[in-house]
């Protein structure tokens, strides 16, 4: 009898420790010309490419509402890609964390470059260097927006419904 109770308490503490086990959000880390690669491709997929950081207070603060058009448009050809600029060093101890602590679903890519003199002009001309900024596009760069600037939710949906 005994070790039938210890046997429930093991497969209990098994449950809780394996079973309920928090997501651990999954982070890529990609160099620009992968990044753009992935995105400036001939798909129909209409790319939403957020630059942001956990250090960057509107960049924070716009991300529920790229979260609520990953999950209002998850079935249609249109992807959110938020892309970190923290350092790489912080994945585990700052960006995974705070990821979990928001429940983000969409698809977050660490950008590891360490000069942004290398990359910001091949992301967009309009580009000065600060985030939050959002790229845009469809179709090798066919269609193509960029906003540097902190983005909503409304001007989210009239660019998806502008490109859809």
């Given at each position: 009898m005994n070790t039938k109770k210890n046997i429930n308490k093991l497969f209990f503490v098994l449950l809780i420790l394996f079973g309920f086990k928090s997501h651990s959000q999954n982070?890529?880390?990609y160099k620009i010309d992968n990044l753009l690669k992935r995105i400036h491709n001939n798909s129909d997929t209409l790319y939403i490419v957020n630059f942001w950081a956990t250090?960057?207070?509107?960049?924070?603060?716009?991300?529920?509402d790229f979260e609520k058009v990953?999950?209002?448009?998850?079935?249609?050809?249109i992807k959110v890609?938020?892309?970190?600029?923290?350092?790489?060093?912080?994945?585990?101890k700052k960006l995974k964390p705070f990821l979990l602590k928001n429940n983000y679903t969409a698809e977050v890519?660490?950008?590891?470059?360490?000069?942004?003199?290398?990359?910001?002009?091949k992301v967009s001309p309009k580009w000065g260097g600060a985030i939050p900024a959002t790229?845009?596009?469809k179709k090798?760069?066919?269609?193509?927006?960029?906003?540097?600037?902190?983005?909503n939710y409304e001007l989210l949906v009239e660019q998806i419904t502008k490109y859809k």
């Open positions: 982070v890529s880390v250090w960057c207070k509107p960049c924070v603060a716009e991300l529920p990953n999950t209002e448009y998850k079935n249609q050809k890609l938020l892309v970190s600029m923290d350092f790489i060093e912080d994945i585990d890519v660490l950008l590891d470059e360490g000069n942004g003199n290398d990359f910001i002009n790229l845009i596009t090798n760069n066919e269609v193509s927006e960029f906003f540097e600037k902190k983005l």
